[in-house]
């Protein structure tokens, strides 16, 4: 009886060891009576612990939207004992009791999270009629997912970068079934609906997404076709206090962009989109192919140029000129993207160097391109204070002013000298433009009348004759 006792309360090999020291004290014929007793013994613990209270068979799982179905069947066995209860235990978390004296059970476990494996304890507990109080039966173990359900949509949309290839964005996770999202794809659309062909990005791909977790999104992007000159600014980094960042790219320079977020669920469900514009840096823009100027009348000039066609940077267009008799530069600032400009209230018969200069819209500055040429002719005006300075017997000195009008269009001057005496005249021409000359070869005290005129550089322009009269000395 002891040493029964005593291989109760311990484990096989503990039994076995107390086994041996009992047989050392005891005779042989004492000890196979006491081995046969133990044997007896065993045998009955044996028939104990196998015997069956009922058991669960055939455990199943339906997933459900947020829920997940259990169902099984139950075998009873010793009906000593009697089925109170199913105890249930989701997650290894919280339990539930459910009665289901049935042959079938079915019972719903609810409130569980979308797109997730969930696992599942069921263990029948028995009332013990014998012995008083409960008895647990054979536990049974399943796990089953519960059903995709669309995520929200991700907030808090922002541009943290812009550079002349890329922009990256970061936004927080949905706040409805965020463990949902799963895969990541990227459809470069315009505002006009027209969609390229779909790519689904990974880690791998050359696209330059960088995620912080596992989670994914559907980007879309396109140009803001209506607004493809612009302004930008720089958008401080707050650090990254946001669930996910991503680099969207390859992008096209100097454009500015508008970006779908949306979440994607397992089953490809997707949420409504948050969206936000954003634009590419700058590049240094290439400058105008060529230059043209072209005279169109005496006052102006019309320039016309070749813009590159695959450069996106072209934000406005800087066009400068000055005549060769100033160092002043006047600039103006042109948007108009037809390639003409024609620049007014100019000097007439003046050579202008004329340049242009591509901007971006954030400031940078091409090479400049320059050409020159020379406005057209005009009429000059007539000479001011036509006055004979000195009177010798056959000679006589005029002085005049240049024209106020036009004097940049002067080439020389036409001198006329009119002996009214005797009704004979002779002209000259000055081809510099001195303003005093003397008019040798007259005759003594006779009367004149000397005329003079501008004339311009091709001569098909002249003014009017300005006249004084004069009359040489005696002697």
Same mark, same amino acid.
């Given at each position: 009886?002891?040493?029964?006792?005593?291989?109760?309360?311990?484990?096989?090999?503990?039994?076995?060891?107390?086994?041996?020291?009992?047989?050392?004290?005891?005779?042989?014929?004492?000890?196979?009576?006491?081995?046969?007793?133990?044997?007896?013994?065993?045998?009955?613990?044996?028939?104990?612990?196998?015997?069956?209270?009922?058991?669960?068979?055939?455990?199943?799982?339906?997933?459900?939207?947020?829920?997940?179905?259990?169902?099984?069947?139950?075998?009873?066995?010793?009906?000593?004992?009697?089925?109170?209860?199913?105890?249930?235990?989701?997650?290894?978390?919280?339990?539930?009791?459910?009665?289901?004296?049935?042959?079938?059970?079915?019972?719903?476990?609810?409130?569980?999270?979308?797109?997730?494996?969930?696992?599942?304890?069921?263990?029948?507990?028995?009332?013990?009629?014998?012995?008083?109080?409960?008895?647990?039966?054979?536990?049974?173990?399943?796990?089953?997912?519960?059903?995709?359900?669309?995520?929200?949509?991700?907030?808090?949309?922002?541009?943290?970068?812009?550079?002349?290839?890329?922009?990256?964005?970061?936004?927080?996770?949905?706040?409805?079934?965020?463990?949902?999202?799963?895969?990541?794809?990227?459809?470069?659309?315009?505002?006009?609906?027209?969609?390229?062909?779909?790519?689904?990005?990974?880690?791998?791909?050359?696209?330059?997404?960088?995620?912080?977790?596992?989670?994914?999104?559907?980007?879309?992007?396109?140009?803001?076709?209506?607004?493809?000159?612009?302004?930008?600014?720089?958008?401080?980094?707050?650090?990254?206090?946001?669930?996910?960042?991503?680099? !969207?790219?390859? #992008?096209?320079? =100097? $454009?500015? @962009?508008?970006?779908? &977020? /949306?979440?994607?669920?397992?089953? %490809?469900?997707? *949420?409504?989109?948050?969206?936000?514009?954003?634009?590419?840096?700058?590049?240094?823009?290439?400058?105008?192919?060529?230059?043209?100027?072209?005279?169109?009348?005496?006052?102006?000039?019309?320039?016309?140029?070749?813009?590159?066609?695959?450069?996106?940077?072209?934000?406005?267009?800087?066009?400068?000129?000055?005549?060769?008799?100033?160092?002043?530069?006047?600039?103006?600032?042109?948007?108009?993207?037809?390639?003409?400009?024609? !620049?007014?209230? #100019?000097?007439? =018969? $003046?050579? @202008?160097?004329?340049? &242009? /200069?591509?901007?971006?819209?954030? %400031?940078?500055? *091409?090479?400049?391109?320059?050409?020159?040429?020379?406005?057209?002719?005009?009429?000059?005006?007539?000479?001011?204070?036509?006055?004979?300075?000195?009177?010798?017997?056959?000679?006589?000195?005029?002085?005049?002013?240049?024209?106020?009008?036009?004097?940049?269009?002067?080439?020389?001057?036409?001198?006329?000298?009119?002996?009214?005496?005797?009704?004979?005249?002779?002209?000259?021409?000055?081809?510099?433009?001195?303003?005093?000359?003397?008019?040798?070869?007259?005759?003594?005290?006779?009367?004149?009348?000397?005329?003079?005129?501008?004339?311009?550089?091709?001569?098909?322009?002249?003014?009017?004759?300005?006249?004084?009269?004069?009359?040489?000395?005696?002697?």
């Amino acid at each position: 009886v002891h040493l029964i006792l005593a291989i109760e309360g311990h484990s096989q090999q503990a039994a076995t060891l107390i086994l041996k020291e009992q047989l050392h004290k005891i005779s042989l014929g004492e000890a196979v009576i006491c081995t046969m007793k133990i044997f007896l013994y065993l045998a009955a613990v044996a028939l104990c612990s196998a015997q069956d209270f009922g058991h669960i068979e055939n455990l199943q799982v339906t997933s459900g939207d947020g829920s997940i179905t259990l169902e099984w069947d139950f075998v009873a066995g010793d009906p000593t004992y009697k089925l109170h209860k199913y105890t249930i235990l989701t997650d290894n978390d919280f339990s539930t009791d459910l009665r289901c004296p049935a042959a079938h059970c079915t019972t719903i476990i609810d409130y569980l999270d979308a797109c997730k494996e969930h696992t599942f304890d069921v263990t029948p507990v028995f009332d013990d009629t014998v012995n008083g109080g409960s008895v647990n039966g054979d536990t049974s173990s399943i796990s089953g997912f519960t059903n995709d359900l669309p995520p929200s949509s991700p907030s808090n949309l922002r541009v943290l970068s812009e550079d002349d290839s890329g922009t990256t964005l970061q936004w927080d996770a949905p706040t409805k079934n965020p463990i949902c999202v799963q895969s990541y794809k990227r459809r470069p659309q315009t505002l006009t609906g027209t969609t390229s062909n779909t790519d689904k990005l990974t880690d791998k791909h050359t696209g330059k997404v960088r995620w912080m977790t596992s989670h994914s999104y559907s980007i879309t992007y396109g140009e803001v076709e209506s607004r493809r000159r612009f302004s930008y600014h720089q958008v401080e980094d707050f650090g990254d206090d946001y669930d996910h960042h991503a680099n !969207i790219g390859p #992008l096209e320079p =100097c $454009t500015e @962009y508008l970006i779908n &977020i /949306t979440s994607i669920g397992k089953k %490809g469900q997707e *949420s409504v989109s948050i969206s936000k514009q954003a634009a590419t840096n700058d590049t240094e823009p290439l400058p105008p192919k060529y230059v043209v100027v072209d005279t169109t009348s005496e006052d102006s000039i019309e320039v016309s140029w070749a813009e590159n066609e695959a450069d996106r940077c072209i934000g406005f267009y800087i066009i400068c000129w000055n005549d060769d008799q100033s160092a002043v530069e006047t600039c103006v600032n042109v948007t108009d993207t037809s390639g003409k400009y024609t !620049i007014t209230d #100019l000097l007439a =018969c $003046t050579h @202008y160097d004329v340049s &242009i /200069t591509v901007v971006t819209p954030g %400031g940078i500055h *091409s090479e400049t391109v320059r050409n020159f040429t020379n406005t057209g002719e005009a009429a000059p005006g007539h000479v001011e204070g036509l006055s004979v300075v000195e009177v010798h017997p056959t000679s006589l000195k005029v002085y005049f002013e240049e024209p106020n009008s036009n004097p940049q269009c002067v080439a020389g001057y036409d001198i006329m000298e009119i002996d009214l005496d005797h009704n004979a005249h002779t002209t000259r021409r000055l081809n510099d433009k001195y303003r005093l000359d003397t008019i040798t070869g007259l005759e003594p005290c006779t009367d004149y009348e000397i005329k003079v005129r501008a004339f311009s550089k091709t001569g098909q322009y002249v003014s009017d004759w300005q006249v004084v009269d004069q009359k040489t000395s005696c002697e």
